[in-house]
């Protein structure tokens, strides 16, 4: 099976419970929705940039779309170079190519962490058995100006035994209302998950949110999760992808 992908690099997880970790990153083109505080690129092109040798920053163009044979060798080549914790499938939104993951999981020699924005269950259902970790979004309507409780609903009933955590992006205009509904969307779904509250890094007209805001925010979850982390984007603050 063949698919486009738009780069493969090898970096630390910036971002949640993982933060910290040495992955390699595996970046799909395309996502479902379009979230305002997006910085990435993931429009599908006729290149994919592989870095061939972990954390050198030299790439080399391959052209897609690429093989999940192809996919694989390159991958377990740099996990054979360097150790990294998993590969994480990112984008864009990695369960449009569900298909794809299902061929090339098999043929990783490492775990499997899949970055989503927690919408799209069925394709989650048909590759939950091959991903090791999840972390998750729920995205708040102001954000993304639609309301998708239904789905983040489902896909949290679904991962709820993995080993997963959600992530809710928050800035200066996020709503108390709104965000006491996820809250207790978490309560009622996956009461055990842990919560990551991840300030805004400001983008697209929203600005971070105030020392204080994130506390009250931390706070008034912390009344219905037993676990409740305010973790910033890392990666960012130290320059790298």
Same mark, same amino acid.
């Given at each position: 099976?063949?698919?486009?992908?738009? &780069?493969?690099?090898?970096?630390?997880?910036?971002?949640?419970?993982?933060?910290?970790?040495?992955?390699? $990153?595996?970046? %799909?083109?395309?996502?479902?929705?379009?979230?305002r505080?997006?910085?990435?690129? %993931?429009?599908?092109?006729?290149?994919?940039?592989?870095?061939?040798?972990?954390?050198?920053?030299?790439?080399?163009?391959?052209? +897609?779309? /690429?093989?999940?044979?192809?996919?694989?060798?390159? /991958?377990?080549?740099?996990?054979?170079?360097?150790?990294?914790?998993?590969?994480?499938?990112?984008?864009?939104?990695?369960?449009?190519?569900?298909? %794809?993951?299902?061929?090339?999981?098999?043929?990783?020699h490492?775990p499997? $962490?899949? &970055?989503?924005?927690?919408?799209?269950?069925? &394709?989650?259902?048909?590759?939950?058995?091959?991903?090791?970790?999840?972390?998750?979004?729920?995205?708040?309507?102001?954000v993304?100006? #639609?309301?998708?409780?239904?789905?983040?609903?489902?896909?949290? &009933?679904?991962?709820?035994?993995?080993?997963?955590?959600? #992530?809710?992006?928050?800035?200066? +205009?996020?709503?108390?209302e709104? $965000?006491?509904?996820?809250?207790?969307?978490?309560?009622?779904?996956?009461?055990?998950?842990?919560?990551?509250?991840?300030?805004?890094?400001?983008?697209?007209? /929203?600005?971070?949110?105030?020392?204080?805001?994130?506390?009250? $925010?931390?706070?008034?979850?912390?009344?219905?999760?037993?676990e409740?982390?305010?973790?910033?984007?890392?990666?960012?603050?130290?320059?790298? /992808?």
């Amino acid at each position: 099976m063949d698919d486009s992908i738009i &780069e493969i690099f090898s970096s630390v997880q910036g971002e949640g419970k993982y933060i910290g970790m040495r992955q390699l $990153f595996l970046r %799909f083109p395309g996502c479902n929705i379009k979230c305002r505080f997006c910085d990435t690129d %993931f429009s599908a092109t006729s290149i994919c940039h592989m870095e061939m040798i972990p954390g050198s920053g030299n790439f080399e163009e391959l052209p +897609n779309p /690429l093989s999940a044979e192809i996919i694989a060798a390159n /991958l377990n080549d740099m996990l054979a170079k360097a150790h990294h914790h998993s590969v994480s499938l990112t984008g864009g939104e990695p369960l449009l190519h569900a298909d %794809f993951i299902r061929a090339l999981a098999p043929l990783l020699h490492a775990p499997l $962490f899949l &970055e989503t924005n927690g919408t799209l269950y069925h &394709e989650m259902k048909s590759v939950i058995d091959m991903i090791s970790y999840i972390s998750m979004d729920i995205k708040l309507p102001s954000v993304t100006g #639609k309301t998708l409780w239904s789905e983040h609903r489902r896909f949290l &009933e679904l991962v709820y035994r993995k080993d997963a955590y959600v #992530k809710i992006v928050v800035a200066e +205009n996020t709503s108390n209302e709104e $965000f006491l509904q996820a809250v207790h969307l978490m309560a009622e779904s996956s009461p055990d998950t842990l919560l990551v509250l991840q300030p805004v890094t400001p983008f697209g007209g /929203l600005t971070a949110p105030s020392a204080m805001k994130l506390l009250d $925010f931390q706070a008034r979850a912390l009344d219905l999760l037993p676990e409740v982390r305010v973790i910033p984007q890392a990666h960012r603050m130290m320059g790298l /992808l």
